[in-house]
């Protein structure tokens, strides 16, 4: 698994992420009811030296959803989604699985968007648009990207998108102050360009042992020349404090790869990632994978990366990763 930005913050303070197919299962009197779904099994090595292979799950999620029309214009909408989990963290006997609930929302959906409310992935869960697995450095770390009392509202008329979001405090406590987050998106589609800004800004985030304050903000851009030629980059900016501190670190992050789409079944891609830290945290990847389609729904794909990281201004060892991979989805 990448190894996220704040992972390699907290050391210079110390020194100082549903499938796109679905199944209709019902359709009638207004009614629509579709069962998604995907999983997602990986045989992969990281960049660190101390680390071997292994089996893993990567993804897997099932997400079910309706839709009702109450009018011409006007839809309700809701959704019940789990995500699978291998828990394995190289403790003898901790080999077990769980379920989880990630998103159970309703809402209302028509030509103003759709608004829902409850628990849900928000709009900065899909920031991010290089062309890696898994070996490219983490590309942007909103730390927390989902919530159980979120507001999320989401626009989109082919040309123009956005979305905007707020994680109410999760605290009920009238005298402690708990997580919560505000963030959106704006973007426009014009050809084969597609550009748009993620904006970020969170209280109280546990992670790493420690509570967080979180801002930032993330610049993507994806260009076709051709069917055939793309590339995709971004840049970001996100200040971690630790909360109630004047403890800070603040990060640059940058990507950039392209993609070779030689036939219908087969796709090459390559990609550079830099993170630079505040206190001599830096860490950066250069990655190659080759992707072949089995069917619509259905893919394999190997690659291969390498990494140079700085942790309080010393180097640390990493070696060649690797991952081959599967994901079958409906």
Do not use: C
Not at 102 to 112: H, K, N, P, S
Not at 195 to 215: C, F, K, M, Q, T
Not at 235 to 245: F, L, P
Not at 294 to 320: C, I
């Amino acid at each position: 698994m990448k190894k996220t930005i704040l992972a390699l913050a907290v050391p210079a303070l110390l020194a100082a992420g549903a499938a796109n197919a679905s199944v209709n299962l019902y359709d009638a009197d207004g009614v629509v009811v579709d069962l998604s779904g995907a999983a997602e099994i990986q045989y992969y090595k990281g960049y660190s030296s101390t680390e071997d292979a292994n089996l893993r799950i990567d993804d897997a999620d099932l997400i079910l959803t309706t839709s009702i029309a109450v009018s011409d214009s006007l839809n309700a909408v809701a959704g019940m989604g789990f995500k699978y989990e291998d828990q394995f963290d190289g403790t003898v006997g901790n080999d077990n699985g769980a379920v989880k609930n990630d998103e159970l929302y309703v809402g209302l959906d028509g030509d103003f968007g759709t608004l829902t409310f409850g628990r849900q992935l928000l709009v900065s869960d899909d920031a991010g648009n290089q062309k890696d697995y898994e070996l490219g450095t983490e590309q942007v770390d909103f730390v927390q990207t989902s919530g159980n009392q979120v507001i999320k509202w989401v626009w989109d008329n082919g040309t123009f998108y956005a979305g905007a979001n707020i994680d109410l405090d999760n605290d009920k406590s009238e005298t402690v102050d708990g997580r919560q987050i505000v963030g959106g998106r704006l973007g426009a589609r014009f050809d084969g360009l597609d550009a748009r800004v993620y904006l970020y800004d969170a209280e109280n985030v546990p992670s790493s042992g420690l509570v967080w304050d979180i801002s930032g903000f993330n610049f993507e851009v994806d260009y076709a020349f051709s069917d055939a030629f793309d590339v995709a980059a971004s840049y970001g900016q996100i200040e971690y404090k630790v909360a109630g501190t004047n403890t800070k670190v603040d990060t640059d992050v940058i990507g950039i790869s392209g993609g070779y789409q030689a036939s219908e079944t087969t796709s090459f891609a390559v990609g550079y990632d830099l993170i630079d830290i505040d206190s001599n945290n830096n860490s950066s990847s250069l990655y190659a994978n080759v992707t072949y389609k089995l069917h619509s729904n259905a893919k394999v794909y190997a690659e291969v990366g390498v990494s140079d990281q700085e942790s309080a201004g010393l180097d640390v060892d990493t070696d060649t990763g690797y991952v081959l991979g599967m994901e079958v989805k409906f």
